[in-house]
Each structure stands twice: as structure tokens, then as C-alpha cells.
């Protein structure tokens, strides 16, 4: 168990490593990103460029830019081109309202999902699974954006039953911060619960099939007792392992769009923002934040897999 | 003749009217894209990029602004110009819907493409070799897949976006959709090639490789004539629905101004600029909306019974969906 | 005859498919009486194992159309109700099913599987079904109850699953047991050691056992009475001495005559004293333990541990052994699927322990394999043209020469050429095994590898494929090292035997030596636990 800890723990530190070289290669590499010309602003003269070149250190070699940069970035004293303001203050500031986003929606798709899952396994085949498959197949097919647009201008602007966008924090008001955030939550929950209807219906059906289902009924079980002890067990187990990878990835950045439409202020939009500009630091730091909830995601995943499922063990 | 895996699998799919019907909608959307110059010319008569601030049209015997003076444009009317209505700019918004199908059904089409095709080769091989092939291969897919779906779009497209790319022979110019086409296909590589790897690595513990092995068979015939026609099923499955993610992917990055770049139309990018007068015009974000979601539903509904029919015990393609 | 149990008047099920109508079971009728074993006896698809599951409620398929009557009691199982029959199931009627692997939820602690079915049942604590769950285990002869009790099934060895299997049917003390292939999935010293639990459980309980299995000498084991089912029909029913002393139907005939038996007929040594084509010196095939990474030259887990066999042309050298003997990775190093970890391998005098794959490709012609899983050995996606040209195109020959020999080896081992155009899919299990066998005759070897050939094949078949391989020995003058864990068969066709244990060869002799004086305890063992091949009166309790 601690070798697969140290193992995982490696391959995270490297993944990472790669990341940010990649991300900040993305943004250096490429022809005509020199970022002291786009700073200096609308014609600038070739020494104004220079001495933004200089003072920022646009001239040195790029390995050496990127260790100063990554030095920044983890040392929390990385500023951004632009506004010139503290990156890690700013993620800071945006980390509430993108984990209250992400926590609220994923229980929501969780449960709804499971819900819609199980009753369509049920009733495979019949009338209702059928409508439960279309519904699923319209929530998955409904972008973020313009799902999100339109429920904040019919819900919330000309119905006025909720706030038009906007972010109020826990501390403050518990409850403003929930009646914000019914709406963002469930723009973003419709697609995952559409896809997790899906993806469990096909998981229970499968496991209907097994032989010790079979078991379980040639036992005298009641049927209640066959679905929630020896199916739904077993089916749970893949999506629970899906659920903490889309945990990681709304935070990381999948929430961006939901955030940029109700005018969240959070990480994702920061990293949104920050990317329009070819900002490097916040990019940068954005990224590897996203990166390191991904990664974190994964192992906690791959963890969590082997103490659901007893045959798969770690050593 | 006997009955190929094939034909069974399409007389499944033949029976299952829903998926079909689906299937036909997302022909006759293609088609309709591609007689976007024919209605421009024949039945509106504007070209997609054509404005008209000032113009009058007549509807009911009254002359009335294409674009009212506080800056309101006219909503749909039944004829063929300005079918759908104006945009802010008095341009017909049927017409640059179509041509906005165009580029997004192009670029959503031809990035799948490239996903299945990347997806593919990177699984076979790290899946048939092992070993350290399969170690590069797997940290390399490890590194797309941590990087946040569209953070990577994103920052990819702004990148691109400024300065196109130069890598030997390809070049992509700035401002070019094959930009879109090749982040769109890349960052969803991961998504796919891992349920192939996976299944790969199934399938060499299968005696048959094993047979093909003992006959004297090399790497390469192995995969191309032994492996590969086993996992057509699995791309066959996963084609609509990448189709359906990569027009999605496409339409969030034009909403976010990394896409296709105006006055250049794309669903994406209508919608970006209907969001902001959705109160005097609403009919600019719901139109390309509706389109957009059309499509999606079309692909995603005829995918599932492609998928019901070719294999109906796998739901690893639903796993692809990070946006 | 005491009152039956169970009695069954004309049973029938169909089920509704792609492909039309199937009558799965065909107007089966008898009775069950206390205390007594009833074997259902048949190949697979006679109906057999539906009916079983009929009886207990437990068809799946929704499109079965089920008629007749099942009367067990008073009261009637065909028709009654889910609620009915949910009470029945586990506590009169129990069931043991064939892989105990798959039957058994693999997240659920074995007591607590055990205990779950008592307390569906019976009024009682937890705690009171745990220890009664716990006692059941040690009952079924689970040593060391306790500890076991809160392994995963993955955790036991197959037969101690069978066992929690078997705990868990008798958990209520039902008054009929239905056993469905219950020995299938268990290796022969595993299975010996489970009849003899299911027939001790019979007498102390007296319930009456529904055998059902596709092996007649787990019959003469076990049975009082034999009905044999073929094609959905009872085609003949009766004490089982009669049924295989005087068996009255053409159908039990031609299956009782298929069985391999340890008392048939010998072959004539057909071993010259040429020089052997292949020769296996001290071979050592291993497999790193745990994760390869950072690990190369750490440990490794022998699957064959020094192993010095050779052949002679024409000579067929038998190989058995328990599963995890190490016998079919020996097969993979014959024929250098694998690379010996040491040792040599030498075939038609050419040393090819360290052979590429390239200089390999001249000899595949001539050293072959042939497999067990003869549905995973084709490629799905192929058509058997396709699968036996293979070698045929890599070998060079003319795209025009190709088909014709497919024909010519198609029909060289009994296929019509119309199954050439066909789809593994589309063949039966012993078509798909004549397939193989072509792939591997098609650029005429001098030995072949058989491994476990007809252990997927029901006995009839087994003995048509049996046939066919005599006689392409005999025409072509192949060489085979025939695999196989099966006791019976191996002695039918081998001139010497080899038994394996452990991944280390335990005896080497010529087949009647070795069948009638064992010189190694272990493989006096495996003969001793092999079924007998005519039921013995007053044999319960002879074997432990």
C-alpha cells in the first residue's frame, strides 16, 4: 500500500512536471507570443518593447524563464502581466466559487443520475426507459453555455425566481450563497446526469446478467434486496470512480464555461480570461492548479476503486 | 455467403426506427449545410456576410427597419429573406446559420476523424507492444488527459490563433479552422485511445493472435489484418458520438472567442454575440442554439443505437464526455 | 418408491429469438423422490440446464413461453407467483450452480452470503446467522471456518468456492437440491473430493438431488436414477445400473460409447527409434512476480521448472496435469510462443531455444498448435477461408493456389467446402476445432502441439475430433503432444504419458506402465480421483 502510495506519488510529480513545461512551451514557443511587444501596447516603440523585455526578463533563454516562472508560480509570488496582480490571490479568491459550483452540481448529478439510472434499468425496454434514454440523450446534447444563457435570461432576468448571475459567499449569506447557486449548479449537473443516466443503466443491466445475481435470487432474496445488495453494489462501482474524475475536472477547468455565462468569478473564468490575453503566470498556474486536481483526482480514484472492489488490491 | 459480424450488426441497426430516423436528421443537416450557398443566393438572396443597417424591407405592406434605430434588429418573417431575422448588423441570420453549419459541421467531422485516427494507431500500438511503447504511450496520454479539456482548447487556440504553426511541412495559418480542427482532434485523443488500448490488450490474450503468432505472422500484419477488424465495432461505436463532442468542443471555444473568428459565422460564435442582446433579440442566441443542440441530440441519439447494435455490452463511449 | 417430492408432467419451454422459434425443452416428465440422486444427463443445448433453472423460477429470458406442470407438494411451481416462489427458493428448493467463481458476488464476504440466505428465511439475529453461517462452512469441510468466513471469493481456491456454494444451498435444509454441473469448472482430485461431499450431505439430510451434468461418470458416481436429455426430450429414463448396462435408446448408445475410459482399449505404440523431432532439454519458463518496473532480474515465479521431454516422429506424447501445472505455458515454449527462461528447445535437430522471429517463420510450417478454445482461437472477424489461408499467404503461395488448398484441407478434415464462406460464429464448437486443425495442417508439420483439443467439446464430438486426429497421424505422419487434464482421454490416444505438477515433470512412461503401475504418489492419485466408468453398487462413503 505505501509503495503504490510513493509509486502514484511519482508518476503525479512528473505528470505535473510535464504539464507545465508543455503549457508554458504552448505560449513560448509559438511565433509572434512575444508578450513584451502585446504588453507595451498599441505602437509602441522598439525601445519601450525593449525595456519591457528586459525588466520582465524576456531576453534570458527560456529554460532559464521557465524555472524563474515556476519558481514564481509555486512560491505564490507569481504577478500577473497585465493587471499586475498576485496570482495566487486571485485563484484564492476564485477557489470558493468554483468548488461550491463543482460540490453543488455533483451531488446533484449524482443523485439524479442514479435515480434516472436505476429506474430506466428497470423498466428496460419498456415506454419509460424509452423516454428516459431521450432525456438523457437531450441533457447530454444541450451546450453549457446556451443552456445556461437562457435559464439566467427566462428564470432569472425576465421571471425574476433567481438571481441574474452573480456570487454572494457562504460566510456572508448561507442562503443567498445557495439561491445563486441553484442555477449555475444545475446548468452544469444536466449534461453529467444525463450521461450518468446512461452510463448506469448499462452498468445494472450488465450486472443483471451475472451469474450471482442469478445467485442471489435462487437464494430467496427479495427483489429489493437482490437490486440494492448484490446489483447496485456492484454497478456503483464504475461510476463512482467516474464521478471523482469529473469532480476533479469541473474543478480543474470543466466549469469554465458554466462560470463565464452566470459571471462566476471563479478559477475557470480567471484561467479564461487570463488565456485571452497570453498571460503567462496565471495560465500557468491555472493550468497546474487544474492539473494537480486532476491528478489528485485519479489516484484518490484509483484508491478508492481498490477498497470498492476487494479483487483489485493494491501492493 | 454466410452472415458477416457486419451485416448482423446493421440489420440490428436497421430495425431500431428512433436511431434512424435520428441518422436521416443529421443527412438532411449536412445537406442543408451544404446547400447553404444555394438558399443565400436562390432564397434570400444575401450573402452571409452582407449588412444592412439602414435597409427597410416590407412586411404586411408597411416598410419597417431591418435594424430599428435604438439598434433593435427584426426578429423571424415568414419569407425568405431574413427568414430567421436580423442580426445586429442587418445580416440574415438564416443564411449565416447555414453557413455557420458549414464551418462547424467541417470542422466537427474532420477533427472526429482525426481523433479516431490518432486514437487508434497510438492504442494498437501501445496496446500490442507493451512493454516501454506502451509506457511513453500511456504518460503521454496521461499528461493530455490532466490538462483541463478546455483550458488546453483554449490555450492551444489562443496560441494558435496569434500565430498559427509551423512544423516542417504542415503549416497552419493563423485564423485558419484547421487550427480548430487539429486542438479539437488532439484533446480528445485520450478519451478514445485508452478503451482501445484496453481492448487491445483483451484481445491479445485471445488464442487467435496467439494462432496468428504460430503461423509466423509479425507485428504489423498481426494488428492491421488480426487486430484491427476487431475493433472496428468499437470505432464504429465511438464515431457519431465524437462527432457530437468535437461539434460541442468547436461551438465552446468560438462561444469563447478562440474558434472560428468573426465576421466569419459559426454556431459558437452566433451564440457568443446573441448572449449579449438577449433581451432585445432573443432569437439570435436561440436560433444557432437550437441548431447546435439538433445536432448534438441527432448524433447522440443515432450513436446510441449504433451503439445497441455493434455492442451493446460496452459504455465505455460515454466516458468521453469532459466539457 | 416412497411419495415423490417433485413431480414434473410435461414440461415444455420456447423461447422467441432472432431467429424464430426454439423449443428448448420438449414435454419432459418424471419424478424426484426423497433422499434420492436424479441425474439429468445430456450434451449441451439438450435442455438440460433449462429445465432446471425452469423449475426454480429463475429463467431470465422474458420471451420463454413455459407450459406443463411442476407440482412440488401441494402446491404448483409452473405459474405461481414471484412472491410463491421467492419463498420456495433457498429454503425447499436450493441451487448449486457450475462456476462457483462467477455464481459467488465477488464484493460480499462469504459468511455474510451464507448469512444473507438465512436470515431471508428464518427469524433470527445476525449474529445467530453468522455462527449458524460459520457452522454451515465447517459442515461443508472449510477448514479453519472462522477465519475464512471473511475472505472474498476471490480469496478461496475453486473448490472451496464450490464448497461455500454447497454451504449456502443447504443453509435452510431444503428438501431438494438442484445441482447444475456441479464438478464442470473443478479439477479432477477438486471433483472427486465434492461428489463425495454431495453424497455424504444426501444421506445425512435426505433431501432429494437434481443432478444435472453433461459427464456420465459423475453419473456413475453419484446417481440412483439417469434420464438423458437430448434435443429438449427425455429420450431415455431409468435405475442408473440399466441405463448403462442395457441402454435402450441409439442416443445413450452412441454417448456411452463416446466416454473415454480408463479401462478401454490401449493403442499400438507407434514409436520408432528415429530420431526424436523434438527435443525439450531442462526447459524453465518464468514470470517476474509483481509490477516488471525497476524489478527485471528480481524474482521470478517458475511456470515450468526443468522439464526434459522429447518425441519421436510420429509419436504421440501425452501431457496432464491440474490446472496451474504449467502444462499449456509448456506448450507455448515447444513451439517458442514463449522464450524458455533457460534450457533448450530443439526441433528437427536445430536448436531454437534462442531463435528471432524471423528465423523462426521457415519452421512454423513444420511445428504447429492447435488450441483448446476453438471459438477464441478463430479470429471473429474472419471467415474460415480466411483463417486457414493465413498461413497458406504467408508462406508465399500464389494467391490462385490458396483457395484451392483451403478447399483441399477443409475437406481433408471433414467440412464441406460451403463452411469455407462461414463466420466463426456461424460454426458449431466441433466445426470451429476442424477449422483449427486445418490452419495447422496446412503447410504440412511433422508435429503438432495439441493443447487441451477437445476439452471444450461434448463427448460425442470430442470422440468424431479424437478420430480425425488418428487418422491424420496415421496418413501424414505427425508427431502430437497432446495436452490435456483429462485422465481418460490422454490414456485413449497417447503412447507415453507425462504428468506435470508444479510446473516439474512428476512421471514419464509408456501409457500402459504408467495407467497400470503409477510409480509417483501424486499421479496415483489423480487416477484414484478419476469418475468410474460404471456405477458400483453400495459406493457411498468409499471415497473421502
Keep these: ?315 | 455467403m454466410g452472415q458477416s459480424p457486419w451485416r448482423l450488426a446493421l440489420r440490428r441497426l436497421r430495425r431500431d426506427r428512433v436511431a434512424l430516423v435520428f441518422g436521416a436528421l443529421f443527412v438532411v443537416l449536412v445537406l442543408a449545410a451544404l446547400a447553404a450557398p444555394l438558399w443565400a443566393s436562390a432564397v434570400a438572396d444575401r450573402a452571409p456576410d452582407r449588412t444592412n443597417e439602414t435597409g427597410k424591407i416590407e412586411v404586411d405592406g408597411r416598410q419597417v427597419d431591418v435594424v430599428s434605430l435604438d439598434g433593435v434588429p427584426i426578429g423571424p418573417q415568414w419569407r425568405g429573406e431574413y427568414f430567421l431575422g436580423a442580426d445586429a448588423n442587418g445580416r440574415d441570420v438564416m443564411v449565416r446559420l447555414l453557413y455557420g453549419a458549414r464551418n462547424s459541421l467541417l470542422i466537427g467531422l474532420a477533427a472526429a476523424l482525426l481523433t479516431a485516427l490518432l486514437a487508434t494507431m497510438v492504442g494498437l500500438v501501445a496496446g500490442y507492444f507493451g512493454g516501454w511503447v506502451d509506457a511513453v504511450a500511456r504518460s503521454t496520454l496521461d499528461v493530455i488527459w490532466a490538462f483541463p479539456v478546455i483550458l488546453l482548447g483554449v490555450a492551444l487556440g489562443t496560441a494558435l490563433a496569434v500565430g498559427g504553426l509551423r512544423i516542417g511541412p504542415l503549416e497552419l495559418e493563423a485564423g485558419s479552422m484547421a487550427i480548430s480542427i487539429v486542438v479539437i482532434a488532439v484533446v480528445y485523443v485520450p478519451y478514445m485511445a485508452r478503451p482501445i488500448r484496453g481492448e487491445v490488450l483483451a484481445l491479445r490474450e485471445r488464442e487467435f493472435v496467439e494462432a496468428a503468432h504460430a503461423q509466423g505472422a509479425g507485428p504489423l500484419r498481426t494488428m492491421a489484418s488480426e487486430l484491427l477488424p476487431n475493433l472496428t465495432s468499437t470505432i464504429v461505436v465511438f464515431a457519431p458520438l465524437m462527432v457530437a463532442n468535437a461539434v460541442l468542443l468547436e461551438a465552446a471555444l468560438s462561444f469563447l472567442g478562440v474558434g472560428v473568428v468573426p465576421p466569419d459565422p459559426s454556431w459558437g460564435n452566433m451564440i457568443d454575440s446573441g448572449v449579449e442582446s438577449m433581451i432585445t433579440a432573443p432569437h439570435l442566441a436561440i436560433a444557432p442554439g437550437l441548431m447546435l443542440v439538433l445536432t448534438v441530440l441527432a448524433l447522440n441519439v443515432f450513436g446510441d443505437g449504433v451503439r445497441d447494435a455493434f455492442d451493446p455490452r460496452s459504455s465505455a463511449a460515454w466516458g468521453t464526455r469532459r466539457l | ?544
Design chain 1, 1 to 315: 500500500m505505501t509503495g503504490f502510495v510513493v509509486r502514484r506519488l511519482a508518476q503525479m510529480v512528473v505528470v505535473l512536471f510535464a504539464v507545465s513545461v508543455l503549457t508554458f512551451a504552448i505560449f513560448n514557443v509559438i511565433p509572434n507570443g512575444d508578450p513584451a511587444a502585446r504588453m507595451a501596447g498599441k505602437s509602441p516603440t522598439e525601445s519601450q518593447i525593449e525595456a519591457i523585455r528586459a525588466e520582465w526578463g524576456f531576453d534570458e533563454p527560456l529554460p532559464v524563464q521557465y524555472v524563474r516562472t515556476m519558481e514564481q508560480v509555486l512560491g505564490g509570488s507569481a504577478i500577473s502581466y497585465f493587471t499586475q496582480l498576485n496570482v495566487r490571490e486571485e485563484i484564492l479568491r476564485g477557489l470558493p466559487r468554483t468548488l461550491s459550483l463543482a460540490i453543488g452540481a455533483a451531488i446533484l448529478w449524482m443523485a439524479f443520475g442514479v435515480a434516472l439510472g436505476l429506474l430506466g434499468a428497470m423498466r428496460a425496454g419498456r415506454a419509460s426507459d424509452r423516454l428516459i434514454t431521450f432525456v438523457a440523450l437531450v441533457g447530454v446534447s444541450l451546450p453549457v453555455f446556451w443552456l445556461g444563457a437562457l435559464l439566467s435570461h427566462y428564470l432569472g432576468f425576465k421571471a425574476g425566481w433567481f438571481p441574474n448571475g452573480g456570487y454572494v459567499p457562504l460566510t456572508e449569506d448561507p442562503l443567498g450563497w445557495a439561491y445563486h447557486l441553484v442555477l449555475p449548479c444545475a446548468t452544469l449537473a444536466v449534461l453529467f446526469i444525463g450521461f450518468y443516466s446512461r452510463v448506469l443503466r448499462s452498468s445494472v443491466l450488465d450486472t443483471m446478467g451475472e451469474d450471482y445475481v442469478r445467485t442471489a435470487r435462487a437464494k430467496g432474496l427479495g427483489e429489493r434486496q437482490v437490486l440494492l445488495r448484490h446489483v447496485l453494489r456492484n454497478s456503483l462501482i464504475p461510476i463512482v470512480t467516474l464521478w471523482g474524475l469529473d469532480f476533479g475536472a469541473v474543478v480543474a477547468g470543466g466549469a469554465i464555461l458554466t462560470e463565464v455565462v452566470f459571471d462566476l468569478q471563479g478559477v475557470g473564468q480567471y484561467a479564461a480570461e487570463s488565456v485571452g490575453q497570453l498571460d503567462v503566470p496565471p495560465v500557468l498556474a491555472v493550468t497546474l492548479f487544474g492539473a494537480f486536481f486532476i491528478v489528485v483526482a485519479n489516484t484518490i480514484v484509483d484508491i478508492a476503486y481498490a477498497a470498492l472492489d476487494p479483487r483489485i488490491r493494491v501492493t
Design chain 3, 1 to 544: 418408491m416412497s411419495e415423490p417430492l417433485l413431480s414434473v408432467r410435461d414440461l415444455s419451454v420456447a423461447f422467441e429469438g432472432e431467429r424464430g422459434r426454439l423449443q428448448a425443452v420438449d414435454g419432459v416428465s418424471f419424478d424426484l423422490a426423497p433422499g434420492e440422486v436424479l441425474a439429468l444427463v445430456g450434451e449441451s443445448g439438450s435442455g438440460k440446464s433449462v429445465t432446471a433453472l425452469t423449475l426454480m423460477g429463475l429463467l431470465a429470458a422474458r420471451d420463454a413461453r413455459i407450459a406443463g406442470s411442476a407440482r412440488y407438494g401441494d402446491g404448483e411451481l409452473i405459474g405461481a407467483s414471484e412472491g410463491e416462489l421467492r419463498k420456495l427458493r433457498g429454503e425447499q428448493l436450493a441451487m448449486v450452480f457450475q462456476d462457483p467463481l462467477s455464481s459467488l458476488n465477488p464484493v460480499v464476504r462469504v459468511a455474510d452470503q451464507v448469512a444473507e440466505q438465512i436470515l431471508a428465511h428464518r427469524d433470527v439475529s445476525r449474529q445467530q446467522a453468522r455462527e449458524r453461517a460459520i457452522a454451515l462452512l465447517s459442515r461443508v469441510g472449510i477448514p479453519e471456518p472462522e477465519q475464512r468466513a471473511d475472505a472474498y471469493p476471490h480469496e478461496l481456491s475453486g473448490g472451496m468456492r464450490q464448497r461455500v456454494m454447497i454451504a449456502m444451498a443447504l443453509s435452510c435444509e431444503p428438501r431438494i437440491l438442484i445441482a447444475d454441473e456441479p464438478t464442470t469448472a473443478l479439477d479432477v482430485t477438486v471433483q472427486a473430493q465434492i461428489l463425495a461431499l454431495i453424497r455424504a450431505l444426501r444421506a445425512e439430510t435426505g433431501a432429494g438431488v437434481l443432478l444435472i451434468t453433461h459427464d456420465f461418470g459423475v453419473v456413475a458416481e453419484l446417481a440412483d436414477r439417469v434420464a438423458v436429455m437430448h434435443a429438449g426430450r427425455i429420450v431415455e429414463h431409468g435405475p442408473v445400473e440399466d441405463v448403462f448396462e442395457r441402454p435402450e435408446s441409439a442416443h445413450t448408445r452412441r454417448l456411452l460409447a463416446a466416454v473415454p475410459r480408463l479401462d478401454g482399449p490401449l493403442r499400438e505404440p507407434r514409436v520408432g527409434d528415429e530420431a526424436p523431432v523434438l527435443a525439450l532439454e531442462d526447459v524453465e519458463v518464468g514470470f517476474p512476480v509483481g509490477r516488471r518496473l525497476l524489478r527485471r532480474g528480481g524474482e521470478r515465479r517458475r511456470a515450468v521448472d526443468g522439464v526434459t521431454l522429447s518425441i519421436a516422429p510420429g509419436e504421440t506424447v501425452g501431457l496432464v496435469g491440474e490446472s496451474g501445472s504449467g502444462k499449456s505455458t509448456l506448450a507455448r515454449a515447444a513451439v517458442r510462443l514463449l522464450e524458455p527462461t533457460a534450457g533448450s528447445v530443439t526441433f528437427a535437430g536445430r536448436d531454437i531455444t534462442r531463435a528471432r522471429r524471423r528465423e523462426l517463420v521457415p519452421l512454423r510450417a513444420e511445428l504447429q498448435i492447435v488450441f483448446q478454445d476453438p471459438y477464441g482461437s478463430l479470429n471473429p472477424r474472419k471467415t474460415a477461408r480466411d483463417i486457414v489461408g493465413l498461413p497458406l499467404r504467408l508462406s508465399g503461395l500464389p494467391k490462385a493456389e490458396v483457395g484451392p488448398r483451403v478447399e483441399e484441407l477443409l475437406e481433408r478434415v471433414g467440412l464441406e467446402p460451403a463452411h469455407a464462406d462461414r463466420w466463426p460464429h456461424e460454426l458449431s464448437g466441433g466445426q470451429r476445432q476442424r477449422v483449427g486443425i486445418a490452419r495447422a495442417l496446412a503447410l504440412s508439420p511433422r508435429l503438432v502441439v495439441l493443447d487441451e483439443p477437445v476439452s471444450a467439446l461434448d463427448v460425442s464430438v470430442q470422440a468424431q475430433i479424437l478420430e480425425l486426429l488418428d487418422d491424420l497421424q496415421r496418413d501424414l505422419g505427425l508427431a502430437y503432444l497432446f495436452i490435456s487434464h483429462d485422465l481418460r482421454v490422454v490414456r485413449q490416444v497417447s503412447d507415453r504419458v507425462a504428468v506435470m505438477r508444479g510446473g516439474r515433470l512428476v512421471e514419464l512412461a509408456p501409457a500402459a506402465d504408467l495407467y497400470a503401475r503409477p510409480q509417483h504418489p501424486y499421479t496415483a492419485e489423480l487416477l484414484a480421483a478419476v469418475p468410474v466408468a460404471r456405477p458400483v453398487r453400495g459406493r457411498a462413503g468409499t471415497r473421502s
